[in-house]
């Protein structure tokens, strides 16, 4: 009985424990639930296609490196476009040096001894007051003694000095011919602008057809969301009307049952769309940068009429589109590398000078100042210059291939999109009359079902039909807007995006 008790007196804690603890969670899940709504509650932006495309332009990370990038071809190509000037440099050193000379005397002792021997006569004879046979004995006692006295010196002189000095030196290199080297680094420099401009604007064009893509997106899955709403609100009520009959006993218990399957696939089929919708929306806020979300101002459209000729989109598009610039820029850039192989067979010749701004300090060999001209050829070198030149031309002859292959790959890619823009375009005419064909038919079918003539499978298939032809027609306005963006950007004519949009027809929820 003690165990008992004790156990059950333990149930009533435990149970009192767990309610607060569901409390607490409670309150938590409440107040993350309030903060959610709180941050979520922001009305969207509405914003029509325009204004979001220059916020896309703006906003957009990818265009900021590529323009980063393209800043830094330009500044390369400004520092090769300065390869011909001089090189000026200040040389500064400080220094402690010994410096030791061995100057050899013989030549020298050998002429001194002989002009002595020459010039003795007359130093002995201007002797004033001395008798002749004196200054015959003391001549002939020099001249014993001269080859003596010089035989004495030594051969050679050993000079040492130290000294600390500053050596400022002031020289100049300038290139007089470079073979080409320097012409082949312009031309390289030049190419590899074009080439990071074509990928920029490669990159521009994809931004924009992406922004057509979501921003539109958002504006079809909004109408894809109407459709299903009114499906569902058609269905809810067909299935009152089919509950009333089968109370009256006019319709079974079978048809009702379908009739209300058909409700249920029309709710899920709207949960559906309410997500896709809802994606839709959250990825157009982040390409945008727009916490509170984006309300797309701006419909669909098509424009009617016909497309222009398909050979004006080709010539414009082999002459003006990113891939056939990168491939010209590539092939700019190989033929830079064949001169610059080339010029490593040629000499390089270089205009110097030097100029020491402190002569007092300067050392024994160094000369005050000092201008000339060297020549450079390389005998022999560790790069086979032959193979390097045959490398060069096989990217040349590469490059011209893919020059090619990029116009053909453009030509297609034009024509794919031009076919898509006006199937499109034949397929939203058309669905006109399939919509007022499945409007009329649901019409028959709802009046037959409710006098008892229709089945209702027919009327099922008549609402869902209704349905599909909006939605078809919704999607037709949409893949031709976004095949439209994708053929005017692969022809270089994307700029007439926004007049084809103002011109054309705007596509609303029928």
């Known amino acids: 009985m003690r165990y008992g008790m004790r156990t059950v007196g333990a149930r009533p804690q435990g149970?009192?424990?767990?309610?607060?603890?569901?409390?607490?969670?409670?309150?938590?899940?409440c107040g993350l639930c309030l903060a959610t709504s709180g941050a979520a509650g922001a009305d969207p932006v509405p914003m029509t296609f325009d204004v979001a495309q220059a916020r896309r332009?703006?906003?957009?990370?990818?265009?900021?490196?590529?323009?980063?990038?393209?800043?830094?071809?330009?500044?390369?190509?400004?520092?090769?476009?300065?390869?011909?000037?001089?090189?000026?440099?200040?040389?500064?050193q400080w220094l402690h040096y010994q410096k030791t000379f061995d100057l050899s005397l013989l030549g020298a002792l050998d002429q001194v001894e002989?002009?002595?021997?020459?010039?003795?006569?007359?130093?002995?004879?201007?002797?004033?007051?001395?008798?002749?046979e004196v200054l015959d004995a003391?001549?002939?006692?020099?001249?014993?003694?001269?080859?003596?006295?010089?035989a004495a010196l030594p051969d050679t002189v050993r000079i040492r000095g130290s000294q600390t000095t500053f050596r400022p030196v002031v020289s100049a290199v300038m290139p007089l011919y470079?073979?080409?080297?320097?012409?082949?680094?312009?031309?390289a420099a030049a190419a590899n602008v074009g080439l990071v401009r074509a990928v920029r604007e490669q990159t521009r064009d994809l931004e924009d057809v992406q922004l057509v893509?979501?921003?539109?997106?958002?504006?079809?899955?909004?109408?894809?969301?109407?459709?299903?709403?009114?499906?569902?609100?058609?269905?809810?009520?067909?299935?009152r009307n089919a509950q009333l009959m089968e109370r009256e006993g006019v319709l079974s218990t079978a048809q009702r049952l379908q009739v209300q399957v058909a409700r249920d696939t029309a709710l899920r089929q709207y949960d559906r769309a309410q997500l896709e919708y809802d994606t839709a929306s959250r990825a157009l806020a982040r390409s945008l940068d727009e916490a509170a979300?984006?309300?797309?101002?701006?419909?669909?459209?098509?424009?009617r009429t016909p497309l222009p000729p398909l050979e004006g989109f080709i010539a414009q598009a082999e002459d003006g589109h990113p891939l056939v610039e990168q491939a010209a820029a590539r092939r700019r850039l190989a033929g830079a590398g064949v001169e610059l192989a080339r010029s490593r067979y040629r000499p390089q010749v270089f205009a110097f000078g030097t100029y020491n701004l402190d002569r007092d300090s300067a050392l024994p060999i160094e000369p005050d100042w000092a201008v000339g001209i060297a020549l450079r050829y390389e005998l022999l070198s560790t790069l086979d210059r032959r193979s390097t030149l045959s490398a060069a031309n096989a990217r040349a002859s590469a490059a011209d291939h893919d020059q090619t292959a990029a116009r053909d790959t453009v030509a297609d890619l034009v024509t794919r999109t031009y076919n898509v823009v006006e199937l499109a375009r034949r397929n939203f005419i058309t669905l006109d009359s399939s919509i007022a064909a499945a409007q009329e038919n649901l019409r028959v079918q709802d009046l037959g079902f409710r006098e008892g003539e229709a089945p209702a499978s027919a009327l099922v298939d008549a609402r869902n039909l209704l349905g599909s032809a909006r939605l078809q027609r919704a999607a037709a306005a949409y893949e031709y807007v976004l095949s439209l963006a994708s053929l005017l950007a692969a022809s270089g004519r994307y700029?007439?995006?926004a007049r084809y949009q103002r011109s054309s027809e705007p596509v609303t929820t029928p």
């Open 213 to 239: 893509q979501q921003y539109f997106g958002v504006v079809l899955a909004r109408q894809a969301v109407r459709i299903a709403a009114d499906t569902r609100d058609g269905f809810e009520l067909h299935l």
């Open 178 to 187: 470079t073979g080409g080297a320097i012409a082949a680094g312009r031309e």
């Open 15 to 29: 149970r009192h424990r767990r309610r607060e603890n569901c409390a607490l969670l409670l309150l938590l899940a």
């Open 293 to 303: 979300g984006v309300a797309p101002e701006s419909p669909l459209f098509v424009d």
């Open 114 to 132: 002989t002009v002595a021997g020459q010039l003795l006569p007359g130093i002995v004879s201007d002797l004033p007051g001395v008798p002749g």
């Open 138 to 150: 003391i001549e002939a006692r020099l001249r014993q003694t001269l080859p003596e006295f010089f």
């Open 57 to 92: 332009q703006a906003t957009s990370p990818v265009l900021g490196a590529s323009g980063a990038d393209l800043a830094a071809a330009e500044a390369q190509a400004d520092a090769a476009a300065r390869l011909h000037r001089p090189t000026v440099a200040l040389d500064a």
């Open 495 to 497: 700029d007439t995006f």
